[in-house]
């Protein structure tokens, strides 16, 4: 706080610029904006955080992208001057196409708005009608001061006609545990581990579902059926493991899987194609087109594809489905 304390006065500030937390790039302090994706860790008694600070010009939609296919939860920080913007609707979009499930509309500068409480309702009226288009469960709307510190940790006497929970409760007390999967076992294959002749070792982030000591799974694609030895976990052996833990597990059978096969319980298999559809957030210069070939990445397997056709392109703003026979960047 002591170097962003100078930095701030260095500036000409006569307060404390919190966004130099953050805004580590030349560039970014500068100018005043944020172009990368920041990462910073904090804790607090009841939790912890990886907090991820995106840039919200349009330019640098595909920073925002990047931070974002990471998150568990989107704060919007809205200007309670400004109201809802189109660049606000496209964070709430690519939010709810990377499957965030939980987003705090941070109502901000509320002490440049004079606290007034209709400015936030409607605001949160403006952004109501947008989000009942997406599919995210989980929205909660609080006003804030972001300079003056409202709502931020403490309750505010100058919004007395908010009874919410601040910012930090929220974040504190957001339940995350049920998004994830835990009925569909999916575990790819990081990594063979074969310290000596007596053991072989399969590696790898189980990205949905439990598994058990005994369970039988199926390895994809050779389709070989075998059950589960052992478990190890951080060196130590385990019954039972779940998502998204990274674990060693030891198979009963000699199969032949290496970086890149799938091990995934018996009889609940995923779909396997070779031809499907997808809605892709395009962050290249160069436009996508159609019959344009491809290296495909999923999880750790590789494989070429090609596009095929391309169906139609969505307006951010209106949520539109419009007609396109190429992809361009934001």
């Known amino acids: 706080l002591e170097a962003i304390e100078k930095a701030s006065k260095k500036g000409g500030l006569d307060f404390i610029d919190l966004s130099l937390l953050t805004d580590g790039l030349s560039a970014e302090r500068e100018q005043k904006i ?36 990471l998150a568990n939860l989107a704060i919007i920080m809205v200007d309670a001057q400004k109201g809802l913007l189109p660049q606000s609707k496209r964070h709430l979009f690519i939010s709810s196409l990377l499957g965030v499930r939980h987003v705090l509309v941070a109502i901000n500068k509320m002490d440049l708005a004079n606290y007034d409480q209709n400015v936030f309702e409607k605001i949160k009226d403006d952004f109501s009608a947008f989000l009942a288009k997406l599919n995210i469960p989980d929205i909660a709307f609080i006003p804030v001061s972001s300079l003056k510190g409202d709502m931020i940790v403490e309750r505010s006497a100058n919004m007395p006609w908010y009874q919410g929970a601040t ?11 049920n998004d994830i999967n835990l009925l569909d076992f999916r575990m790819p294959v990081q990594l063979v581990i074969r310290p000596d002749q007596n053991f072989r070792g399969y590696a790898g982030r189980i990205e949905g579902g439990t598994i058990r000591v005994g369970e039988r799974v199926k390895i994809l694609p050779s389709g070989h059926i075998t059950r589960i030895e052992s478990i190890l976990i951080d060196g130590k052996k385990q019954s039972y493991a779940f998502s998204p833990q990274n674990v060693i597990l030891a198979l009963h059978d000699e199969v032949d899987a290496s970086r890149g096969d799938m091990i995934v319980r018996e009889n609940n298999l995923p779909e396997i ?15 996508l087109l159609e019959h344009k070939r491809f290296i495909l990445k999923q999880t750790t397997r590789t494989c070429r594809c ?14 539109h489905r419009q007609d396109c026979s190429a992809l361009n960047q934001n």
Not at 37 to 56: E, H, M, N, Q, S
Not at 167 to 177: D, G, M
Not at 312 to 319: G, R, V, W
């Open 167 to 177: 910012a930090l409760n929220y974040l504190e007390s957001v339940e995350i545990a």
């Open 273 to 287: 194609g070779n031809k499907f559809e997808t809605t892709v957030c395009w962050m290249k210069e160069e436009p």
């Open 306 to 319: 090609f596009v095929d056709k391309i169906l139609y392109k969505i307006d951010t703003d209106s949520l």
């Open 34 to 69: 944020t172009i990368d994706a920041a990462y910073r860790y904090l804790a607090t008694p009841k939790r912890r955080f990886i907090v991820a600070d995106v840039p919200g010009h349009e330019q640098y939609t595909r920073n925002m992208a990047t931070g974002a296919s």
